[in-house]
C-alpha cells in the first residue's frame, strides 16, 4: 500500500522559514507584524511564506480591524503526521521481512 503525503504541505514545512513561522503559530495566533519581530524577516517576504502557508492548507486567518492574525490548523499536521507514520510503518514491515524485489 502506497500512501501519497500532501507534496504542497511538505513543500511548505520544507523552508526553514516557513517552518519557524508554523513553530511560532503553534504557540499563539500572530499577525505580520509579531512575525516580522520574531524572525527579523521583511514583511513582503513574511507575507509571502504565510500566502504559501494558507495555499498548502497550514494557516487560517482571522481579520481582527486593520490587522489580520494567522492560527496554524493542526488538523493539517496531523493529516500529514498520519500519512509520514503510515509510510514510517510500512518501511518496518518490508524490513521485518526482508522484502525486496528480485532483479531481472
Same mark, same amino acid.
Given at each position: 500500500?502506497?500512501?501519497? $503525503?500532501?507534496?504542497? $504541505?511538505?513543500?511548505?514545512? =520544507?523552508?526553514?522559514?516557513?517552518? *519557524?513561522? $508554523?513553530?511560532?503559530?503553534?504557540?499563539? =495566533?500572530?499577525?505580520? !507584524?509579531?512575525?516580522?519581530?520574531?524572525?527579523?524577516? *521583511?514583511?513582503?517576504?513574511?507575507?509571502?511564506?504565510?500566502? #504559501? @502557508?494558507?495555499?498548502?492548507?497550514? $494557516?487560517?486567518?482571522?481579520?481582527?480591524?486593520?490587522?489580520?492574525?494567522? *492560527?496554524?490548523?493542526?488538523?493539517?499536521?496531523?493529516?500529514? #503526521?498520519?500519512? @509520514?507514520?503510515?509510510?514510517?510503518?510500512?518501511?518496518?514491515?518490508?524490513?521485518?521481512?526482508?522484502?525486496? *524485489?528480485? !532483479?531481472?
Amino acid at each position: 500500500m502506497v500512501m501519497s $503525503v500532501e507534496n504542497d $504541505v511538505l513543500r511548505a514545512l =520544507a523552508d526553514p522559514l516557513r517552518a *519557524r513561522i $508554523v513553530q511560532l503559530l503553534a504557540g499563539e =495566533a500572530l499577525c505580520t !507584524c509579531h512575525l516580522v519581530a520574531e524572525t527579523g524577516a *521583511r514583511q513582503t517576504n513574511i507575507s509571502n511564506h504565510l500566502r #504559501a @502557508l494558507r495555499e498548502a492548507g497550514l $494557516v487560517d486567518t482571522e481579520p481582527c480591524g486593520r490587522f489580520t492574525y494567522y *492560527r496554524l490548523r493542526p488538523e493539517a499536521l496531523d493529516d500529514a #503526521a498520519a500519512q @509520514l507514520a503510515g509510510l514510517a510503518e510500512a518501511a518496518r514491515q518490508v524490513a521485518a521481512n526482508e522484502r525486496k *524485489r528480485p !532483479c531481472t
